[in-house]
């Protein structure tokens, strides 16, 4: 079977979400993160529209370009999907959640809404090895577990600034997968071509945090470890890759890589 890849629009937005949702059924910190225990607090409708919207901001995003992977003979189906984060997007990201923070502290008590009448916020960064579908714009849900949210995010974001510092000089895959009745068809080689030859043209590493299904895929195709942080009391382990263009390898400054 052939598969075109196509720039994702708005109107894509629940149906990736549910290859992400399939992608990640079963892997341990995606269902950590939507505990049993939690789904009494929103009902099943009213979170999977609130998904469905929160992950529709991505496409209104001009600093992250999300594209699908469709057979050639149904573009209707969506059988994968990349998002990509624009060099320098995750600082500047991280600059309006830092504004945006300062604007919350100036809200009094009184006019906070308890977090389980309403959907919350959670300060966090870009998804990635969840598949970018969970906290693009640092909202959280009472159905996900409040806790590893911040502490899956925030580790994220600090070793990313631990290892890029205020560099913003890399494509950033943030969101990654392939609905399962599609994988081992070379899709995924496929959406990472895009990026491999944005990286080459541009003279630019990628960056990811990898997901445990991700890791032996991204390792194959070229990506090499350069950190790792441990979650969820040392049982998951999530490493950080670069992959360096061919061409430009001192592009980057002596201290990536070292980690
Ligand atoms: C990871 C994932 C995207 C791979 O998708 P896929 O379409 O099945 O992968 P592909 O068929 O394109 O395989 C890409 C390459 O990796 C290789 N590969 C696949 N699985 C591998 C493994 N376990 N170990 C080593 N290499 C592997 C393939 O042989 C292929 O190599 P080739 O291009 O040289 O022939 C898919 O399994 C997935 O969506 N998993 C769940 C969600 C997820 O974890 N996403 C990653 C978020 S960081």
Redesign the pocket.
């Known amino acids: 079977m052939q598969y075109n890849l196509l720039p994702a629009s708005a109107d894509d937005a629940e149906a990736l979400l549910r290859v992400n949702v399939a ?2 059924k079963g ?1 341990k910190v995606h269902d950590a993160l939507f505990p049993k225990d939690r789904e009494h607090l929103v009902p099943d409708d009213e979170f999977w529209q609130w998904r469905i919207a929160h992950h529709r901001k991505r496409f209104a995003d001009p600093e992250t370009m999300t594209f699908k992977i469709v057979p050639s003979d149904n573009l209707r189906t969506i059988a ?1 999907y990349a998002a990509w984060m624009k060099p320098g997007a995750a600082n500047r990201k991280k600059q309006t959640q830092a504004q945006k923070q300062k604007d919350d502290a100036a809200i009094t008590d009184q006019q906070k809404i308890p977090e389980t009448m309403s959907h919350g916020v959670v300060e966090t960064p870009p998804a ?2 969840t ?1 970018g579908s969970i906290s693009d714009d640092g909202e959280s849900s009472p159905r996900m577990n409040a806790e590893l949210h911040k502490e899956f995010f925030g580790k994220i974001d600090a070793k990313r600034d631990e290892i890029w510092g205020e560099s913003g000089e890399y494509w950033y895959l943030v969101g ?3 609905d399962p009745a ?9 959406m990472l071509q895009w990026g491999f030859d944005k990286s080459e043209q541009d003279k630019l590493p990628i960056y ?4 445990p ?2 890791d ?2 991204y390792i ?2 070229g990506f090499k470890p350069i950190a790792k942080f441990e979650i969820m009391e040392g049982s998951e382990i999530v490493r950080c890759m670069i992959r360096r263009p061919n061409s430009a390898s001192d592009v980057l400054n002596g201290e990536v890589g070292q980690k």
Do not use: M
């Not at 599609?182 to 080689?189: D, E, S, T, V, Y």
């Not at 990811?208 to 997901?211: H, M, V």
């Open positions: 992608a990640f892997e994968g990635a090895a598949g990654f997968a392939v599609h994988q081992g068809k070379g899709l995924a080689r496929k990811l945090e990898a997901s299904a991700g032996p895929v194959h195709c």
